[in-house]
């Protein structure tokens, strides 16, 4: 998947990782680039500083009604959807403490939003025997979140529903990516940090914290090789194997960072 003259669509396009695979999806040559974003201002801005190739709209992704008129009124506008980037996603900071209502908003963003873009994008795709769904899962999807019970669950499920689309629709042209990166300079993570929350802190002792638009040339060379699991972060491949080989080791080496985090604020 190359960019040149494609159609794409960004949910949770208004920031972070989101605004910056716009940027560098117009950048690469891309005929358009839609932002969606429930902030419909904040989305409007980000495509008129990327330029003509933008164009935002304000959508709820976890109304599957409005999650389809994204989809029509693209197709629409632009013939087709080549490229659709479920990106949006939310933390909670919550253990399994967390009431009800946090769970549930995690779920629907996390998970439930990539169930109906894929609901919404695959007739067509699969009409024209091709399409690519770039789905951002993190890498507590195939970790852990310290910190957040709901965002680690569904992180799991979005890479387990990515790999399912993965393996049912490659034969009929359809690709699947699961962007999964660790610390990002994000608000997401700022705030964490800012607040001392354990989780954020742990993220950022764990690797190098990236800038979304690092995360964005790793999703694009990713896209170009067709990889499923994109890791901007190369260390998370071997935390994976390491928790795959010996996951008793290494939880206890995670337990092991998280008391020296502890100590250390105290």
Not at 35 to 53: F, M, Q, R
Not at 68 to 76: C, D, I, M, S, Y
Not at 179 to 208: E, F, K, W, Y
Not at 254 to 260: D, F, G, I, P, Q
Request: overall charge negative.
């Amino acid at each position: 998947m190359y960019l040149t003259d494609r159609v794409a669509v960004v949910t949770g396009g208004a920031g972070g990782i989101g605004a910056a695979l716009g940027r560098r999806f117009v950048a690469e040559g891309a005929a358009a680039v839609v932002l969606a974003d429930l902030n419909a201002d904040a989305a409007a801005a980000v495509a008129e500083s990327i330029g003509p190739a933008a164009y935002a709209v304000g959508v709820d992704v976890t109304d599957e009604r409005q999650v389809r008129a994204l989809v029509e009124e693209t197709e629409r506008r632009y013939g087709r959807i080549d490229l659709f980037c479920a990106n949006a996603g939310v933390a909670t900071g919550g253990g399994v403490e967390a009431p009800d209502a946090d769970w549930d908003r995690a779920w629907r963003v996390n998970v439930l939003a990539h169930v109906y873009a894929a609901r919404a994008v695959l007739p067509a795709m699969l009409r024209r025997g091709q399409g690519y769904l770039l789905m951002t899962c993190s890498a507590a999807g195939v970790l852990t979140a310290v910190g957040d019970a709901p965002y680690t669950a569904t992180k799991h499920a979005a890479v387990g529903f990515a790999e399912w689309l993965a393996i049912t629709y490659r034969d009929a042209g359809i690709r699947v990516s699961a962007l999964c990166p660790q610390g990002v300079d994000t608000p997401m993570l700022a705030d964490g940090l800012a607040a001392g929350h354990l989780g954020a802190r742990v993220i950022a002792a764990s690797g190098a914290v990236l800038t979304p638009d690092q995360v964005a040339d790793a999703a694009v060379a990713g896209l170009a090789e067709e990889r499923f699991l994109i890791l901007p972060h190369p260390e998370v491949a071997g935390y994976a194997r390491r928790r795959a080989e010996d996951p008793d080791g290494w939880q206890a080496g995670v337990r092991k960072l998280v008391r020296k985090l502890r100590a250390a604020s105290q």
